[in-house]
């Protein structure tokens, strides 16, 4: 049986304190090998640094500045694969005091900065989230990033093979988006393509997602829980309940009430269900979602990990039969201050995935929650 345990991570110089994250994920250098985490942060300096597992030893690595800039706020971080055997390359995107967009990202070789600039006479406000979206199932893989302008319209600047573009996307009909929910992709077989799915919170506090349905983007009015307005987002995955069979979004919000809801799709239609909250706290803030799946053939079941009012870190899961609250408590003799990631890692091609979620403490370090197996 495995367990919970809590990692100081610590801080990317004894001088420098973790201010925030600025996304993570997980690499595999070919498809037989363990998935390595790597957990991108702005540093009190202004600049992004990643916290990185070898295999053997966790390490802190300087990434810097864009030229002549410092870093204001994250967009999120996603790997690429330019084949289906080649090595898994983080890009990390991240917005500049000058209210651009910039990616840090690894060539294979080296790491590299690159000014995405902004879409034509807007500045980037915001970042929703970065997905990699494959054309089949052996083609490269390449970024979406989705931000919001200033605006409060929704643009995606994406790769296609060749160059990068700016792509205007809108707003909701006669809405205005008022704050990012978070990205997804769907694959409705496993030899099809990938579909983005973005979800935004409007003024009017429902949720609208912008989705590609293969021809085109729609905008669909996912609404609100009943009786309940959506104040922030938690976080957004896509469940299988088989490996080959279609993908399905999952988004997780909180509510007014600070209580934690999702909206997922059982396949033919939408639905809003209440996860409610820890016993006897409220929910304070998220730090992310992931699916876990037991073994390569297994379901995907969900994680959403929360910060409750008592600044202790909580998880709500799917057992496969239920949902279920447990508490993860806190780092010892700290206090889980800001949100982080969340991540699963999987040490083989056949193994179990294990949850990673990362957090800031009061004494600006970054501690891992993960699950450990005997």
């Known amino acids: 049986m495995g367990s919970w345990q809590w990692n100081d991570q610590q801080r990317p110089t004894a001088a420098v304190g973790v201010r925030a994250t600025a996304g993570a994920v997980t690499m595999k250098d070919d498809p037989q090998a363990a998935q390595r985490p790597y957990v991108f942060v702005r540093g009190y300096d202004s600049r992004l640094h990643v916290n990185w597992w070898d295999g053997k030893a ?72 970065v997905v990699s979206v494959q054309d089949n199932p052996s083609a490269p893989q390449r970024p979406y990033v989705f931000v919001l302008t200033d605006d409060f319209r929704l643009w995606v600047n994406w790769w296609d093979g060749k160059a990068w573009n700016w792509s205007d996307q809108g707003t909701p009909p006669s809405r205005v988006i008022s704050r990012p929910l978070g990205v997804t992709t769907m694959r409705d077989n496993p030899n099809a393509f990938t579909r983005p799915y973005a979800f935004v919170i409007t003024d009017d506090s429902r949720v609208w997602v912008n989705w590609w349905d293969g021809s085109k983007w729609n905008w669909s009015d996912q609404g609100a829980p009943s009786g309940q307005p959506v104040k922030k987002g938690a976080g957004v995955v896509t469940v299988q309940d088989s490996p080959r069979a279609v993908e399905r979004p999952y988004a997780f919000v909180q509510g007014y009430d600070s209580k934690l809801y999702v909206n997922w799709w059982d396949g033919g239609k939408w639905n809003w269900s209440d996860q ?94 993960w699950w450990s197996l005997p």
């Open 276 to 369: 409610g909250a820890p016993s006897g706290r409220l929910i304070l803030d998220s730090v992310g979602v992931v699916t876990m799946r037991d073994d390569p053939n297994a379901f995907t079941r969900p994680y959403a990990f929360v910060i409750g009012d008592d600044s202790k870190l909580y998880v709500n899961w799917w057992d496969g039969g239920k949902w279920n609250w447990a508490a993860q408590g806190t780092p010892p003799g700290r206090v889980g201050e800001r949100p982080g990631e969340a991540l699963t890692v999987q040490d083989n091609a056949n193994a179990a995935e294990r949850p990673y979620a990362f957090v800031v403490t009061d004494d600006s370090d970054l501690w891992v929650d």
């Open 58 to 129: 966790w390490h802190w690595s300087d990434q810097g500045t864009p030229a002549g800039r410092t870093v204001i706020e994250k967009v999120g971080a996603v790997t690429v694969k330019d084949s289906p055997n080649a090595p898994q390359r983080p890009y990390a995107f991240v917005i500049g005091d000058d209210s651009k967009l910039y990616v840090n990202w690894w060539d294979g070789s080296k790491w590299n900065w690159s000014d995405q600039g902004a879409p034509g006479g807007r500045r980037v406000r915001e970042g929703v989230g």
